[in-house]
């Protein structure tokens, strides 16, 4: 954790910068950290110096969000990722933008995302489940980041979906029985009400604990009811489908959504007249890095 303590020549921050290094298998919370660590200094003394193209800049912010991932996952605590980070930004503002430190370590990250940058598709596996992000075709409406999950005989796809690659946050979901749910909503941490994820409380691996166990008790939850409901395209529903049900959320829950420690999990409840709600859970894993990947394609 050497990086993360002590100033180092620029030319030196690079040595874990790579885009693959994050998900190794068995990296320890410590070099976790170093990405942290290092990918803040590079995004920061980014922004700066205007070290970066827009596409490089974009690549960084999601391999940084990536690490950030990573870090908690390895047992890193978020104060952890939070120091490793406001050092990160600290050594960037000390950093004189012209030096020759400098102009090498923004080169070693022009190398290292460059194609990074170029990538159309990318999978952010998660502990349970995992995000598949997809920047091709737009102008067609398809899944952009998407997670799949089964409830009971039910099953769900879920995340930001549309013709632009930035999408919109949409459940689709089929239910074996042909029924229709009248409503869905949206459960998530609200993390105004609280003070950090609830499975801190565990103190230990999250690995094992299932989804519905990672979410806090009700007085820690904040809801978002779908804004629209409609009868799911052919171009967002499963080969084979014979159909189901598309409900849309605002924009504010997918930045609430960004915004979860990744070893959560959140809650698509889908109402029916009876009065009864079949759950659905999500991990949210690496969503934020996967929605971040997504802008590249508008930059």
């Known amino acids: ?20 290094a ?12 170093d990405l942290v660590f290092e990918r803040t200094v590079m995004t920061a003394a980014g922004g700066r110096c205007g070290l970066f193209a827009p596409e490089i800049s974009a690549a960084l912010d999601a391999a940084r969000l990536q690490a950030r991932g990573a870090a908690l996952r390895q047992g890193a605590s978020s104060e952890d990722v939070r120091l490793a980070e406001q050092r990160g930004v600290g050594k960037a503002a000390s950093a004189d933008c012209a ?5 090498l370590a923004a ?20 502990e349970t489940s995992g995000w598949r992000a997809d920047r091709t075709g737009l102008g067609a409406i398809r899944w952009r980041l998407a997670q799949d999950a089964r409830f009971g005989e039910d099953r769900m796809t879920f995340g930001l979906a549309g013709r632009e690659s930035r999408g919109v946050l949409v459940a689709v979901a089929q239910f074996a ?7 869905a909503r949206l459960v998530v941490r609200d993390t105004t009400r609280t003070v950090g994820p609830y499975l801190d409380q565990f103190r230990t691996a999250t690995q094992t604990l299932p989804l519905e166990r990672r979410l806090p008790p009700r007085a820690g939850l904040r809801t978002y009811a779908a804004e629209a409901r409609s009868p799911a395209g052919a171009d ?3 080969k084979g489908s014979r159909g189901g049900w598309a409900f849309r959320f605002p924009p504010q829950a997918a930045r609430d959504l ?13 109402l029916f007249a009876d009065d009864v709600a079949r759950r659905a859970y999500v991990e949210v894993g690496d969503f934020a890095a996967g929605r971040a990947f997504l802008q590249l394609a508008t930059r």
């Open 99 to 103: 030096s020759q430190d400098m102009a």
């Open 1 to 20: 954790m050497t990086s993360t303590r002590k100033a180092r020549p620029a030319s030196r921050w690079l040595g874990l910068l790579s885009v693959a």
């Open 177 to 183: 029985d042909g029924r229709t749910p009248y409503a």
């Open 107 to 126: 080169q070693r990250v022009r190398s290292a995302f460059s194609a990074y940058a170029r990538l159309q598709r990318y999978s952010y596996p998660g």
């Open 236 to 238: 967002l529903l499963p």
């Open 22 to 33: 994050v998900a190794t298998p068995g990296l320890a919370h410590a070099r976790a950290l």
């Open 258 to 270: 960004a915004a979860l420690d990744p070893r959560e999990a959140i809650a698509v409840e889908f």
